[in-house]
């Protein structure tokens, strides 16, 4: 998929389109024939193909033609799925958009920073190898291979674009996995996580679900690992009688991150089961992930101030 199929914006379009198209009467496969005339340029062509699949093979199960598109992130599948069980897939739909939505500027500002400092990065790169062929080449040569460094540092970054936007809009992708070790980010991701966990439990109870098995079908829509794990945690301890509040506080999930919204603060105590509490979490996590774009980018100046001090020794050196 090309980088335009991973922009939050396109893919809050797609989710947005497939809700609607199911709030006003569409049905699987129709569904996604009649979203592929309206959503970005990048899906039309997979949804059509995944609608005639459908269509193709109508006793395949509707998830296995889900899973074997090219159009759905396994993370998003996840959550489809939990749509389907609870029969909630119209507003699975809507929160799968408003996820994007919540970091679609944060991805542009990332992106922004990210580029212009990476065109720096590659400006250096060619200067750095300038100073260092001029005594090895010929004058015209440095020069040139000097430039050819810059421009392959670009196009490098113009290919990994892509998987460099997937990583980023995947919750569970190994990236956040290995960021997850740093505590501005683990606090983020446990943010997010609280926040969508929440409200696919109302949708459980919503939907009639008793509240063991909204627990239980609600953990199993987790995107990480870990975070799956403890969620399953509370439904167990729920079950075997133990209180909510205390289950959620036995689990640890709430220590593993801050609350940064309105008057609260992470000194506060937060109850997870209080009212409103949801808008909170939406809040803290909007006001972290902003901290996290602010800080990421930075990542590549260290690297960019030891290759400039580099290029300094070899030109000293050299003169």
């Known amino acids: 998929m090309l980088s335009s199929g991973y922009l939050p914006s396109n893919r809050a379009v797609l989710f947005a389109n497939l809700g609607q198209a199911l709030n006003t009467g569409e ?60 029969l909630k897939i119209a507003e699975v739909f809507a929160r799968l958009c ?41 004058g015209p040569g440095a020069v040139l291979l000097s430039i050819l460094g810059f421009l392959s540092m670009l196009v490098g970054l113009w290919l990994a674009m892509p998987q460099m936007l997937r990583i980023w809009i995947e919750p569970d992708s ?17 943010a997010r996580s609280v926040y969508q966990y929440l409200l696919n439990l109302g949708l459980c109870i919503q939907g009639g679900f008793d509240f063991d098995r909204s627990l239980k079908v609600t953990a199993k829509s987790e995107a990480i690992p870990w975070l799956r794990h403890r969620y399953q945690t509370v439904a167990v301890d729920v079950a075997a009688g133990t209180q909510i509040s205390k289950a959620f506080m036995d689990s640890g999930i709430l220590s593993e991150t ?50 400039g001090l580099l290029m300094l020794y070899i030109g000293h050196a050299g003169a």
Request: charged content about 15%; glycine content about 4%.
């Open 27 to 86: 049905r699987f496969p129709e569904l996604f024939e009649t979203s592929s005339d309206i959503s970005p340029a990048c899906y039309r062509a997979s949804l059509r193909a995944l609608a005639t699949r459908i269509r193709e093979r109508p006793e395949q199960p509707l998830l296995e033609h889900i899973k074997q598109s090219s159009v759905f992130l396994p993370w998003e599948i996840r959550y489809i799925q939990f749509g389907l069980a609870t």
């Open 258 to 307: 801050r609350i940064y919204a309105g008057q609260l603060n992470s000194n506060q105590a937060i109850a997870i089961w209080e009212p409103g509490i949801i808008d909170v979490v939406r809040e803290s996590y909007a006001l972290q992930l902003k901290r996290v774009v602010y800080w990421l980018p930075l990542t590549l100046v260290l690297p960019m101030f030891l290759l």
């Open 98 to 138: 408003d996820y994007y939505v919540l970091i679609g500027k944060d991805t542009n500002r990332l992106m922004i920073y990210s580029v212009c400092l990476w065109v720096v990065m590659s400006g250096v790169l060619g200067l750095f190898l300038f100073q260092l062929l001029q005594h090895i080449v010929s």
């Open 174 to 190: 190994k990236f956040w996995l290995l960021a997850a070790r740093l505590p501005l980010i683990r606090s983020m991701m446990v």
